[in-house]
């Protein structure tokens, strides 16, 4: 005969699971710094209830997830509107707990529930949230969860054209120059995912803020940092020359003003800036419906600019006969000019 001292625990449904998520992230207001015992207590129960929702989304290592029990807990994660609890408890939860949430965001965007995508139905009935978790890089001990939580979010066009197109947008402009490194390179990360992702969404925010937009970006391309000019250039060329923003990148090319800052790049002490910038510069030069003064411009310094590609070398590799090639086509073209 054997005896059975210890009662096995059975394992929470979906629905227990997020009532346990929900209720520990709620106790959360109650507690007050001066009750630090209590405020501990409180968020090791919300690392806890974590660790089970991590379990249940993506298996214990041993077994997989029941899909099942994935759907059930997503539907009821939207339900109980967890989504929004997470994304403004998030500067008081634990690194263990804010990196489970992180492991468990990417699951839950990605899961569908009756062919519908669930959490991104619920971020796109609920944008705001998507402000606050731009904001949060205001706070480097959170910036850089924000940050890959924002990311997983931009992949999703509704949420990416959201975020282009509200007021929060302009704070990237100020994030990515952040004098902490690793938030200010977290920041240009999500940036760049923001102009490089959906190019058509891009190109209609592009038509639409054009004027706003490339003002706020000349001063990154102008920024006294050389990670940030270096990022930005490179940055730009990747998005102007994409299929979709070809009517940006021809209205771009025949601005005097943005010529005048490739060409003052191209005089940069840093040889990789002045490569990345050749091309962009190369876009002005051979575009073959000039303007006068784009012309006048080029004449004007026609022996500088000529001085200054002779003397431009990508060095040994792949690609130096390409650049050779290119750089010799830009030399006829500006020798040609004549104002």
Avoid at 78 to 93: D, G, M, Q, R, S
Wanted: glycine share 2%; proline share 3%; net charge negative.
């Amino acid at each position: 005969m054997s005896f059975s001292f210890f009662k096995v625990s059975r394992p929470k449904t979906p629905q227990e699971v997020v009532k346990s998520i929900k209720e520990s992230l709620v106790a959360l207001d109650t507690k007050t710094v001066v009750e630090v015992k209590a405020l501990e207590k409180a968020l090791e129960e919300v690392e806890k209830n974590f660790v089970t929702m991590r379990t249940m989304l993506s298996g214990d290592g041993e077994s997989e997830p029941n899909l099942d029990q994935v759907s059930q807990l997503v539907e009821e994660i939207c339900k109980e509107e967890v989504l929004t609890l997470v994304i403004h408890k998030l500067p008081i939860l634990g690194w263990e707990a804010r990196k489970d949430l992180v492991h468990c965001w990417s699951i839950l965007l990605k899961q569908k529930v009756d062919s519908n995508d669930c959490c991104v139905e619920y971020i796109e009935q609920h944008f705001e949230l998507l402000d606050v978790l731009v904001v949060y890089y205001d706070n480097k001990e959170i910036a850089l969860s924000s940050g890959i939580m924002l990311r997983e979010c931009i992949k999703f066009p509704n949420l990416a054209k959201y975020i282009l197109e509200s007021a929060s947008f302009a704070l990237f402009f100020k994030f990515v120059e952040l004098p902490n490194f690793d938030v200010s390179s977290d920041a240009f990360s999500t940036f760049k995912d923001l102009l490089t992702k959906h190019g058509n969404v891009v190109a209609e925010f592009l038509t639409a803020h054009y004027d706003e937009f490339f003002d706020q970006y000349e001063n990154l391309l102008t920024s006294p940092n050389y990670v940030t000019r270096r990022q930005s250039i490179k940055l730009l060329s990747d998005f102007l020359l994409e299929s979709p923003n070809a009517q940006i990148m021809k209205r771009y090319i025949l601005e005097v003003r943005y010529l005048k800052v490739m060409m003052r790049l191209l005089t940069d002490s840093s040889k990789n800036i002045q490569l990345s910038v050749f091309h962009i510069f190369k876009i002005f030069v051979a575009n073959p419906n000039k303007p006068r003064d784009v012309k006048i411009i080029l004449g004007k310094n026609q022996e500088k600019l000529l001085g200054l590609l002779h003397s431009l070398s990508p060095g040994k590799g792949s690609e130096d006969e390409q650049f050779e090639e290119e750089k010799e086509f830009i030399i006829k073209e500006i020798e040609r000019i004549s104002v």
